[in-house]
């Protein structure tokens, strides 16, 4: 008996001093996501005889809607479905492939929901928890996905650029607003694939990114497959392709020209350029290159400050006198390895551009749909002794905005996201700490609205919250509270966004605040706060004579 014990301790003991480790080939793992506490799957590939003293690219590979992680490995390797497999059958196994000498994650990232907010977060927590376990290669680092998970891989790689090598959009959906980014990918080599006859997804929409991008110098290529529907992945991916096309691209950390084009802090880095002062929802850009060693020429556009950071470019040099033009004027400033411009009555100075806590920043910023991106809750209202029947209302309604996981049939499924629902009254100090605060009510009906009435900007008088909805988000302590009084933003609404749940589905076009009647089709007034997180005269005129109390 003793011998036996010593044996099993032995053999624990030789484990830990080996270290766990995981098989080659196709495998699922799961992170822990802190956007609901819940633990979430990706696909993941090792290959074989994985070696933790060796760098290896990583391929981040997005899968498509009404799909997941698992095909979205096989996808990427060129397996598709057996003849007559569904995907549920595919899924439950994976085939043999040829070993490459890449790792591979595939993000479920909740189902289909494409790849913004919280999905988008998922991708990143994935490329974090991979690079945790294992050896990366950060200038090797590549993204790819098919049909909405192209469209994500647009979305991302425009956002982040300089994160990515190089990028493979394979039938791309991309979101609303990627278009107007997609300067961002003169240093981002990409290429696309697309079906002619692909009656999902234009097939235009290839054509014309590829075009576009070929005119302004970048890297492309496009692969158009002739009589080919929606499924062009099958030809993308084909004997895999895609890694011998990877294996071409390493990031360049210092292009010597660097377009950027945001509308958000949230998207406010590529390569050596910072933006620091900007006004959110609208677009800014930039345009900063190397004339010459030493020599900066800048412009911009709706830009008010932004910083360049040269150590290590090749370009820059420390020891001779450097020369900056920004918007055609020529700025006097010290060789500095890192140089600050801002703006102030329309001229440029070289300074650090003033963005205090109390103005909207790279943590709080709006719009609406920024407070249901990360961790938040969902908070319905105690107080003004409702009738069991009230409070069944106000529960039901902060139940119906918290449903994610609304079944949309067998191919949408479900977004698998699940925040909690809290009483005014159970709100806990670590919840104010840690979370987004989605609040219904009004001062009278929610104890939290009540406690926040003071530093809340609008309050909605009590004969309006029959016909008439109030929405917004402001920041407190930290953190965004959004709003919701009277009408619940999605009330009459006929939206039926494949994305989200139909709560949810009018929200990623809403600006900071909006104030209707009856729905969202009879808008009275909306529109952003300015940078102090205040409103504008004009928006406050009508929102004031509509029966919204205006600090």
């Not at 006929?494 to 990623?508: D, H, L």
Request: hydrophobic share 35%; aromatic share 12%.
């Amino acid at each position: 008996m003793k011998s036996r014990i010593f044996t099993t301790a032995l053999f624990h003991l030789t484990l830990f001093a080996l270290g766990q480790t995981l098989p080659s080939g196709p495998q699922v793992l799961s992170f822990h996501s802190d956007t609901d506490d819940t633990e979430q799957p990706y696909g993941l590939y090792l290959p074989k005889n994985y070696d933790e003293n060796k760098k290896y690219p990583l391929v981040i590979m997005l899968h498509g809607a009404g799909s997941n992680h698992r095909l979205a490995l096989r996808r990427v390797f060129g397996k598709s479905n057996s003849n007559g497999e569904t995907d549920v059958e595919a899924s439950r196994y994976f085939p043999e492939w040829n070993d490459v000498d890449y790792i591979v994650a595939s993000p479920y990232a909740r189902g289909t929901a494409g790849y913004q907010g919280i999905p988008e977060k998922d991708v990143y927590d994935v490329l974090a928890d991979v690079k945790k376990r294992f050896n990366i290669d950060e200038d090797r680092t590549y993204l790819t996905g098919l049909s909405m998970g192209g469209g994500g891989t647009l979305w991302i790689g425009m956002t982040r650029p300089d994160i990515w090598a190089a990028i493979v959009p394979v039938c791309p959906a991309p979101p609303q607003g990627t278009d107007q980014l997609i300067e961002n990918a003169l240093n981002l080599p990409a290429h696309f694939h697309h079906g002619d006859k692909d009656p999902a997804v234009p097939v235009s929409v290839s054509r014309d990114w590829s075009s576009k991008l070929k005119a302004m110098g970048a890297t492309v290529e496009y692969a158009e497959y002739p009589g080919v529907a929606h499924d062009s992945w099958v030809n993308a991916y084909k004997d895999g392709a895609v890694f011998t096309w990877f294996d071409k691209f390493k990031r360049n950390r210092f292009p010597d020209r660097v377009t950027f084009n945001t509308t958000q802090y949230k998207y406010n880095k590529a390569y050596w350029v910072t933006f620091d002062k900007l006004t959110p929802g609208t677009l800014a850009k930039i345009d900063a290159k190397f004339a010459a060693p030493n020599q900066l020429d800048i412009t911009t556009t709706n830009l008010d400050g932004f910083t360049v950071s040269l150590s290590n470019h090749p370009r820059y040099s420390s020891g001779k006198p450097i020369v900056v033009s920004v918007d055609g004027k020529k700025i006097k400033t010290e060789n500095k390895e890192s140089l600050s411009f801002s703006k102030k009555d329309g001229k440029w100075t070289a300074s650090k551009a003033e963005v205090t806590d109390a103005m909207k920043n790279t943590k709080l910023e709006g719009p609406i749909r920024e407070a249901f991106a990360t961790r938040h809750i969902y908070v319905y209202g105690t107080a003004g002794s409702p009738s069991p029947e009230e409070q069944k209302k106000r529960i039901d309604m902060a139940n119906e905005a918290a449903n994610w996981s609304f079944y949309r049939g067998p191919f949408l499924n479900r977004i698998m996201f699940f925040p909690r629902v809290v009483a005014d009254k159970d709100v806990r100090p670590s919840d104010l700490e840690s979370c987004n605060l989605v609040l219904f009510g009004t001062a009278e009906t929610n104890l939290l609205i009540d406690k926040y009435k003071n530093q809340l900007p609008f309050h909605l008088e009590s004969g309006k919250t029959g016909d008439h909805g109030l929405f917004y988000v402001y920041p407190i302590d930290g953190h965004y509270v959004a709003v919701s009084s009277g009408l619940p933003w999605w009330a009459n609404s006929q939206n039926q966004n494949y994305r989200f749940p139909p709560s949810f589905a009018e929200v990623p076009a809403l600006k900071d605040f909006v104030f209707f009647r009856n729905s969202l089709k009879e808008v009275v007034a909306d529109g952003y706060f300015d940078e102090t997180w205040k409103v504008g005269t004009e928006a406050k005129a009508k929102l004031t004579s509509a029966g919204v109390s205006v600090k």
